[in-house]
């Protein structure tokens, strides 16, 4: 991967998002850490996590990315990543189609998730937000920072 330090010099944000599940469905958390940047400088970061009861993977992964960006405050370029495919893919190259079809897949079945699918899409028209795929458990120190935030949030769920 190219480094995003030396693309983006200037003021942005770096999310790192992921979503976990304990049985699919089940219990699942979601984590997002948010990070500050100028340039190559960390300025500030926050983390953030959540859990539901009875959910999907696909749910958490989708929660996390909403939650991250309803807490950008600033107009700066964000850089979403996540592990998620589904993520990544349904919103880069998925959600137009779904749009323009009814919200019909390539099956012509409804698109799961729909609801969380309209949120997103809600939250990030007119924001200027790169998405970037990043491998899972890979050494990503922040993803996988989430990714233990995140099944640290289904563990809780499981007793909640």
């Not at 049985?23 to 100028?38: H, V």
Request: include cysteine.
């Amino acid at each position: 991967m190219t480094d995003r330090k030396l693309l983006h010099p200037g003021r942005h944000i770096v999310i790192h998002t992921d979503g976990a599940c304990i049985g699919n469905p089940g219990p699942g958390g979601w984590a997002a850490i948010l990070q500050s940047m100028d340039g190559p400088e960390e300025l500030k970061r926050k983390a953030a996590s959540g859990s539901n009861k009875d959910t999907t993977n696909n749910q958490m992964e989708l929660t996390a990315a909403i939650e991250a960006v309803k807490m950008i405050k600033s107009d700066n370029p964000v850089f979403l990543r996540s592990d998620s495919q589904y993520v990544i893919k349904g919103i880069t190259e998925w959600l137009q189609g779904w749009k323009a079809k009814g919200w019909r897949n390539a099956q012509r079945k409804p698109v799961l998730n729909r609801y969380l699918w309209e949120e997103l899409d809600g939250l990030v028209a007119g924001r200027n937000i790169t998405w970037e795929w990043v491998r899972g458990h890979n050494g990503d120190p922040l993803n996988e920072e989430v990714d233990q935030l995140a099944n640290a949030a289904a563990r809780k769920a499981m007793f909640a």
